[in-house]
C-alpha cells in the first residue's frame, strides 16, 4: 500500500521511469529452493491450480498475497535509481520490509506444501559407530561425538549420553546419546551416514594421509502413542536375577539389558549408578531402534527418488568428507564445501549453516515432489 | 617411574597400615590411564577373592576422576594420565574394597532413583528392589482422584527409614506430600536427616527415633497420624538367610536392619498390628518383603479380620519374585487397645 501511494506521489512529479535494478538477492534461501520460486516455473503453475481448490483455501491466500508483494517489490525497485536522494532513501526502506514479506510468505508457503514428517517433533537419539580404518576411525568417531555434544549445546538442546564402548587409546568403537529440543529431529535427520575423514592420523609414523570412517545414525524418539510396546515382549536381564536378591545381597552391578522378544532387538545400559534409571534409558533407545525399524518400512517408498536420505536407508550413504590437509569440509549431496575445519569441528555456527543447508535442500526435494505432476 | 617409587614405596613401608596387605603384582610403571588402572585394580581384586572386581574398580576409579560410572566418563579422560594425588586416592579406596567394604560406603554416597544419597556404615544400603517399591506406590497415587492438589497430601510414614531413600524419593516425586520417617538406629536418623537436608526437603519431613517392635511406643507415634501411605522395606531374613550372608553385609551393615527373626516375620507383624491405628480410612500400606512371604501375610491377615486390613494386590519384582505387598485399611479410626502381634499362624481373634 505505501509502496503504492510512493509510487502514485513520484509519478506525479517525476514523469520519467527509471529503468529497474535486477533483483537483489534473498539472504536467506538456498539457490534451488528460490528457483523454484520462478515466474512461470513449476512451482507457480502449481500454487495457481490450487485457487478455488479445497486442498488449501489458505495456500491459495498466501500464494495471492505473494504475488501481490512481489508486484509491489518490483514497482518500487525502479525508484532506486531515481534522481532524488530522498525518494531512493524511502525506497530502499521500503525494499527492505517487502524482501521480509516476502521471505516469509515463502517459508509459509513451503510450511503448507512440505508435508511435515511424523517424527519432526520429536526427540532422538543420536549412534556413531567406528567404520574402517581401526584405531584412527575411532578416534575419528570420538571426536565426531564430541561435536554433536557441543552443536547440541549450542543449539540449546538436552544431551544425555546412553552407552560409551571406548576404545584402548580415547577414541570410540560406539556410542549413543539422547537429544531432545526444538527442531532437534527436524535438523539433525540429515547427519545419518557414512561420514569420511582423510588426514595423517596420531598413529601414523610416515606422515601418509589415510582414509577413515565413522557412521551416524539417528533415530527418532517416539512418544506413547508412536509406538506401543507389550510388557510381556521384553526380557530384561540384571545381575540381581541370579541368587535370592533383596535385602539378602548388596550388588553394585546396575547394568541391565532389555530384549525385544519378538525382533531379537536388544538395548543395553549401564550409564548410571541407579538400575531402575538403567532401565529407562535402555527402554528408551529400544523403543528409538523399533520405531526406525517401523518407519523405516513407510518412508523407504516415498524418499527413493531423492539425495537425502532418512533412516536405516541413508545409513550406507557416503554423505561427507572431512579433509584436514585442505582444511576443508564437502558434503557430497548438496556438494557443499566449508572451509576452516577446526571451527566445523567445534560444532558451532559452521556446522549449523550446513545443517541448515541440508534441511533447506531437503525442503526443496520434498516440495519439487508436491508440485509435479504425477505420472 | 615416579607411580612405581610411589607404589612400591608404600608397599615397603606397610608394615602397621593397610597397604602392607599389598599383593605381589609388579607396580605400574611410567604414566597411568584410568583405564589401565581399572584393569590393574580388577586383577588385584580377582586375585584376593573380591565379589564385582572389575564393578568395583570402575566405580572407584571413576569417582575419583568426578564421574558416577565408568561409562559415563568422557573418551578422552580415559586414556589421560592420572595425577599422584588420583593415584594416591584411588589406592586409599582400593585397599578399604580389600577389606570387603562394601562400595557404596567407600564412596560415602549411591544413587537411588535417581537421588544421590549419602551412604555411612552401618546405616543400610538400600537395594535395586527397593526401587520398584516407590514406583509402585507412585503409580498408585497417581491413580487416586484428588492427584497432587491438596498440600499436605499424601502424608507419608516410613518405618525403618534407613538413608531415608523410600520417604525422600516420595518426597521429591510428590511435590505437595509431607513425610514422617522412623528407624530404632541413631545412626539412620542422623543420616536421613542429613540426606533430607541436601536434598532440601528437610522442612518436609520429620525424622525421629522410634523402635516399633515395642508396643510402649507407639503412642507417640499416633498424633502424627492417621496417614494416608505407611510404607516400608522392614528387616525381612529368616534366621537362615542371616547366616549365609557376604561378608560385605555382615562385617559393615546394622544386621538389626536384616533380622526378621526366625521366619523373617517379626517387624513385618508390628507393622502390620501398627496399621490400622495409623492409617486413614481407605489408607493404603507399601511393605517390601522377602519372596517367602505374601502368602504368609495373607493368611495372618485373613486369621485378624478385626484390624480391617485386606491384602489388596501382590507385585513382583523385575527378577519375577513376589515382592511387593499392598495393604488397605478400611474401617472407622481405631482407639488404643491392645493387638496380638503373634506371627504365629493360629486364628487368633483380636480384642475389640
Not at chain 1, 531402575?276 to 523399533?290: H, P, Q, S, T
Not at chain 2, 491438596?150 to 516420595?170: D, F, H, Q
Amino acid at each position: 500500500m505505501r509502496g503504492r501511494l510512493l509510487w502514485g506521489a513520484v509519478r506525479c512529479f517525476w514523469p520519467r521511469r527509471a529503468p529497474g535494478p535486477t533483483r537483489r538477492p534473498l539472504s536467506c534461501g538456498s539457490r534451488p529452493l528460490e528457483q523454484l520460486f520462478a515466474r512461470d516455473g513449476p512451482l507457480r503453475t502449481f500454487l495457481e491450480r490450487q485457487e478455488g481448490s479445497a486442498a488449501g483455501p489458505k495456500l491459495a491466500e498466501v500464494a495471492r498475497l505473494l504475488s501481490e508483494k512481489e508486484q509491489e517489490l518490483r514497482e518500487t525497485e525502479s525508484l532506486l535509481h531515481d534522481e532524488n536522494e530522498d525518494i531512493r532513501k524511502l525506497a530502499e526502506n521500503e525494499i527492505t520490509l517487502y524482501q521480509k514479506e516476502i521471505a516469509q510468505l515463502k517459508h509459509q508457503i513451503i510450511f503448507l506444501l512440505v508435508p511435515s514428517e511424523e517424527t519432526d517433533e520429536n526427540d532422538l537419539i543420536l549412534e556413531v559407530t567406528a567404520g574402517v580404518g581401526g584405531q584412527e576411525a575411532m578416534l575419528f568417531t570420538a571426536e565426531i561425538f564430541e561435536m554433536y555434544q557441543q552443536y547440541a549445546a549450542f543449539k540449546r538442546w538436552h544431551f544425555e549420553p546412553l552407552e560409551y564402548v571406548p576404545s584402548e587409546i580415547g577414541g570410540l568403537r560406539h556410542a549413543s546419546a539422547s537429544i531432545g529440543g526444538a527442531g532437534a529431529y527436524e535438523l539433525l535427520k540429515h547427519e545419518g551416514g557414512v561420514h569420511r575423514v582423510q588426514r595423517v592420523p596420531e598413529t601414523e609414523r610416515q606422515g601418509r594421509v589415510h582414509t577413515s570412517t565413522m557412521t551416524v545414525a539417528v533415530l527418532p524418539q517416539p512418544t506413547e502413542i508412536n509406538l506401543v510396546i507389550n510388557p510381556k515382549d521384553l526380557r530384561i536381564d540384571t545381575k540381581r536375577a541370579s541368587g535370592a536378591g533383596g535385602q539378602h545381597v548388596n550388588t553394585t552391578d546396575s547394568a541391565v539389558r532389555i530384549v525385544h522378544l519378538p525382533t531379537g532387538t536388544i538395548s543395553e545400559c549401564q550409564q548410571e549408578r541407579s538400575q531402575l534409571k538403567n532401565r529407562e534409558l535402555a527402554m528408551r533407545r529400544l523403543r528409538a531402534k523399533l520405531y526406525s525399524m517401523h518407519l523405516d518400512e513407510e518412508t523407504s517408498k516415498r524418499y527413493q527418488a531423492r539425495k537425502i536420505q532418512v533412516g536405516t536407508k541413508g545409513r550406507s550413504e557416503k554423505i561427507r568428507t572431512y579433509n584436514f590437509p585442505q582444511n576443508r569440509v564437502t558434503d557430497h549431496r548438496i556438494s557443499k564445501s566449508l572451509h576452516d575445519l577446526d571451527r566445523f569441528m567445534r560444532g558451532e555456527d559452521l556446522l549449523d549453516e550446513l545443517v541448515q543447508s541440508l534441511k533447506e535442500y531437503a525442503d526443496y526435494e520434498a516440495l519439487v515432489e508436491v508440485i509435479s505432476p504425477k505420472v | 617411574m615416579k607411580l612405581g617409587v610411589l607404589l612400591c614405596g608404600l608397599g615397603r613401608a606397610g608394615a602397621t597400615r593397610a597397604f602392607s596387605s599389598w599383593p605381589p603384582h609388579s607396580p605400574l610403571t611410567g604414566l597411568v590411564s584410568a583405564s589401565e588402572l581399572v584393569g590393574h585394580w580388577t586383577a588385584v581384586f580377582e586375585e584376593r577373592g573380591i565379589p564385582e572386581a572389575r564393578q568395583s574398580s570402575e566405580y572407584i576409579v571413576a569417582h575419583v576422576l568426578g564421574a558416577k560410572t565408568f561409562q559415563s566418563l568422557r573418551p578422552a579422560l580415559r586414556s589421560q594420565p592420572l595425577s599422584p594425588r588420583q593415584l594416591g586416592r584411588i589406592q586409599e579406596l582400593s585397599s578399604q574394597r580389600l577389606q570387603r567394604m562394601p562400595v557404596q560406603y567407600i564412596l560415602r554416597e549411591w544413587d537411588f532413583r535417581g537421588l544421590t544419597l549419602k551412604m555411612a556404615p552401618p546405616v543400610f544400603i538400600p537395594r535395586p528392589e527397593t526401587e520398584e517399591l516407590v514406583t509402585w506406590v507412585l503409580e498408585e497415587e497417581a491413580r487416586r482422584p484428588h492427584a497432587g492438589g491438596v498440600e499436605g497430601s499424601p502424608l507419608i510414614l516410613e518405618v525403618g527409614c534407613g538413608s531415608g531413600a523410600i520417604a525422600l524419593s516420595l518426597l521429591s516425586q510428590l511435590p505437595q506430600s509431607r513425610a514422617v520417617a522412623v528407624d530404632k538406629g541413631e545412626a539412620a536418623i542422623c543420616l536421613a536427616q542429613e540426606n533430607a537436608q541436601r536434598l532440601q526437603v528437610h522442612r518436609r519431613i520429620q525424622i525421629t527415633p522410634v523402635d516399633v517392635t515395642l508396643e510402649r511406643n507407639w503412642a507417640p507415634l499416633l498424633p502424627w497420624g492417621p496417614v494416608d501411605l505407611l510404607v516400608s522395606n522392614p528387616p525381612y531374613l529368616s534366621h537362615q538367610d542371616m547366616g549365609q550372608l557376604a561378608p560385605e553385609i555382615c562385617s559393615y551393615e546394622d544386621l538389626a536392619a536384616l533380622d526378621g527373626g526366625k521366619e523373617g516375620m517379626d517387624v513385618i507383624v508390628h507393622i502390620l498390628a501398627l496399621a490400622p491405628l495409623l492409617l486413614k480410612d481407605s489408607g493404603s500400606l507399601f511393605l517390601e518383603v522377602d519372596p517367602k512371604h505374601p502368602g504368609l501375610v495373607g493368611s495372618w491377615l485373613q486369621s485378624r479380620p478385626g484390624l480391617g486390613l485386606r491384602l489388596v494386590a501382590v507385585r513382583r519384582d523385575f527378577c519375577g519374585r513376589p515382592r511387593f505387598l499392598h495393604i488397605r485399611r478400611s474401617g472407622p479410626q481405631r482407639g488404643g487397645g491392645t493387638v496380638d502381634t503373634s506371627s504365629r499362624l493360629q486364628p487368633a481373634p483380636v480384642p475389640d
